[in-house]
């Protein structure tokens, strides 16, 4: 990786959810590209094996902060844990799903899929952005997905809360590019994660592109930051964003999720 990318989004990054998944994928990718990292996740043990692993194998520094990204309180504790530190990247990763009917979904469940992707990478961006703006370069990642480009039936607080994730960061790259921050969105398709696994379909839907490793993801990620306000992540999930927010129109595009999930699921 060239040098520009790590004097531009370097030296240090925050991954929020790093502990397994795409997020873990996002840590290894940044600390072979020479980056320290803060990690930070709820769960403690797999948290601290990520951290300890990357450091033994890319000699970097990595911290790992256990916290509730959801809570202001364990931003406030990550604030701290960064005060001195020259941040330059920072990915909001973390997210809560579950797929069921939405009058199936308790309101506790609907309340935390708010909580943790819409309210956390909100806070995230509130103390980040200017931190970022007054330093003059760097760059903001927020993890979005193809279920937040229209309306998802079977997934819709999720699918609501991505689409969230997606028009903030669009804002703000906007907002931010002419102070040198690059802000960017990633829609993800169906990656192979524990995230994903939990959930994983029962049958293949009609709109099922391939399923992606969380490595391919993340290195393509942040490669694409900079690029745009958002991204879609791989080139089969592209030609299905194209065919759902391009050609289809929204009332046939949300029919067409709606299918596909029920082919999964049903
Ligand atoms: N996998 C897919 O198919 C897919 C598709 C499209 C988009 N995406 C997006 O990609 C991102 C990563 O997905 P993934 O499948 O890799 O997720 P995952 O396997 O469920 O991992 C989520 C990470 O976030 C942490 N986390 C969750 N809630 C947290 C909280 N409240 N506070 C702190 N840490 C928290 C988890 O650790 P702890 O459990 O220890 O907290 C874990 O490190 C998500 O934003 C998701 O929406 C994924």
Redesign the pocket.
């Known amino acids: 990786m060239s040098r520009d990318y790590f004097e531009r989004f370097g030296p240090w990054a925050i991954v929020?959810?790093?502990?397994?998944?795409?997020?873990?994928?996002f840590g290894e990718e940044l600390a072979r590209r020479g980056f320290r990292l803060i990690l930070?996740?709820?769960?403690?043990q797999?948290?601290g094996d990520v951290a300890r692993r990357l450091s033994e194998t890319y000699a970097v520094e990595v911290r790992s902060l256990?916290?509730?990204?959801?809570?202001l309180e364990?931003q406030r504790r990550l604030i701290e844990e960064a005060a001195d530190l020259d941040v330059g990247l920072g990915i909001?990763?973390?997210?809560?799903?579950e797929v069921t009917l939405f009058n199936e979904q308790s309101l506790q469940a609907k309340l935390r899929t708010l909580?943790?992707?819409a309210r956390?990478a909100l806070i995230f961006a509130h103390w980040l952005a200017p931190r970022l703006q007054r330093r003059g370069r760097g760059g903001l990642l927020l993890?979005?997905?193809?279920?937040g480009l229209q309306g998802t039936p079977r997934v819709a607080s999720?699918a609501a809360t991505?689409a969230f994730?997606l028009v903030l960061a669009e804002s703000l790259w906007h907002e931010l590019k002419r102070d040198g921050v690059s802000v960017m969105a990633?829609?993800?398709?169906?990656?192979?994660?524990?995230?994903?696994?939990?959930t994983q379909p029962k049958h293949a839907g009609a709109l099922s592109p391939p399923?992606?490793d969380?490595e391919a993801?993340a290195r393509e990620a942040l490669d694409a930051l900079g690029s745009g306000p958002s991204y879609v992540v791989g080139r089969s999930n592209r030609l299905v964003a194209s065919l759902l927010t391009r050609l289809l129109g929204r009332r046939r595009a949300v029919a067409t999720m709606g299918r596909s999930m029920d082919e999964q699921y049903r």
Do not use: H, Q, W
């Open positions: 929020a959810g790093g502990s397994e998944g795409i997020g873990a994928a930070v996740a709820e769960r403690d797999p948290l256990v916290i509730d990204l959801a809570e364990g909001y990763n973390a997210a809560f799903s909580d943790v992707n956390g993890m979005s997905s193809l279920a999720y991505k994730d990633a829609c993800a398709g169906a990656t192979r994660t524990p995230g994903y696994t939990k399923v992606m969380p993801v």
